[in-house]
């Protein structure tokens, strides 16, 4: 690579530095990301919408002087509204809709950081999977093994850090969408606590409540740095998280104390965890005994069996509501929608406004149950995943078998749409590798509100196991 040729030694905060210090402009960062992306994205297809006159335009006309001032930042192709840029949701039915023309206020909040928009990321049609292989664009392919999935929705985010085009991008999360993708790709990503991040003007919530926007990053700080700069209520806003009592970049490195910590390896649906997985959760439980933490085996007592039919009853009926919003005010035909998402259409139109109440009640009631249990643990530690990436595919929206496609996401990902039900902060942390030198993640959960705590132990368990300067081979 020509220019800058250390940027990829360093996150985002680190880019940034630079730049404040004078010691690199902000067009020479992007011209490096560009570089990159010209390089790398054939490989893995996780950027389909260059904007790269855009960056460079937001540059010559000046950047605020945010704490990210100057970083390349790309924007996933869902929920993030950008005034004058189109927006497909990954589906052939909205490729052709018209940009709107207002930024949604958190595109705002990440150009008020000085962040500079250069593109759109790759997604699933409407983010309903949990791989990210859309007719419109083809599939993006996990960094590390060309042949599995990076994750979904925000698949073309973690596969775009992951290859080092950037140090983070924007994700959003409503069953696993951030943490998946970050699992696979070896990243850190956070779901925030509901209500953390806004959605305004545009939505009030998404998918019940489930969905809520942040990024995936290479290191904890930068997470917690950019949750700084973009939480807080938009107006109207139907419910806000709690404010920090202190900025979260100031949690990062914290004494976190001695944590009581619970662990699981029960899911929810009963599927089976992987062995590598399992490894890697008693792996980073000996760590956090290591550390001084209390760590005891300990699973909540919730209603399994209501969750994934919860979520199930919350998507379907939102994809009847979102299918809705085409411009032209016109329903789908078969074959402008993938298969999926055809069968979430139908079986919407037979969900009954009691069945959607009793579905947010089910959720609520997951809630105060894990609420009762934080009563007792500051966190909760599951695997990130029950099994490795599955091969592109596996998990397809062109499954005809609507069931069998939901019992597969489940499978792979059974602990993560269980906290989109309760609303609580979850992550997901790079912290071992399996024996073909695939990422292994685990995920920590802390109490609603409390993302403080996380990036406390966070920050502990990446100075015992840093991953950073792991990369795969085609970003080597």
Known sequence: MGGFTDYEYYDATGLADLVRQRLITPLELLEAAIERVEARNPVVNAVTMPLYDYGRRAIAEGLPDGPFRGVPFLVKDLGAVIAGVPMTSGSRFFADTPPAVADSEHVKRLKRAGLVIFGRTNTCELGLSLTCEPQLHGPTKNPWDQTRISGGSSGGAAA????????????????????????????????????????APYLGESLGGLVIGHAVTLTVRDCARLLDATSGPGPGDPYTAPAPIRPFADEVGADPGALRIAWTAQTPNGTPIDAECRRALGDVVRICAGLGHRVDEADPAIEREAVAPAFLTLAAANTVVNLAGHPGRRTPNPDEIERVTWGMWKRGQGVSGADYVRATQTAHRLGRQM?????????????????????????????????????????????T???????????????????????????????????????????????MRPWFHDKPLVAR
């Open 417 to 463: 749409v269980w906290f989109n039900l309760t609303g609580q902060p979850a992550m997901m942390l790079p912290l071992g590798r399996s024996a073909s030198g695939l990422p292994l993640a685990v995920q920590l959960v802390a109490r609603w509100g409390d993302e403080a705590t996380l990036f406390r132990l966070a920050a502990q368990l990446e100075a």
């Open 371 to 415: 609420a009762a249990f934080h009563a007792d643990w500051d966190v909760l530690l599951t695997p990130g995943l029950a099994t490795l990436p599955p091969s592109l595919g596996y998990i397809d929206m062109m499954l005809d078998d609507l069931d069998e496609y939901w019992r597969r996401v489940f499978c792979m990902s059974p602990f």
């Open 160 to 199: 775009a850090v992951g290859v080092r085009m950037l140090p983070m991008a924007h994700a959003s999360d409503g069953f696993g969408s951030i943490r998946a993708p970050a699992a696979c790709c070896g990243l850190v990503g956070l779901k925030p606590t509901r209500g953390r991040a806004t959605m």
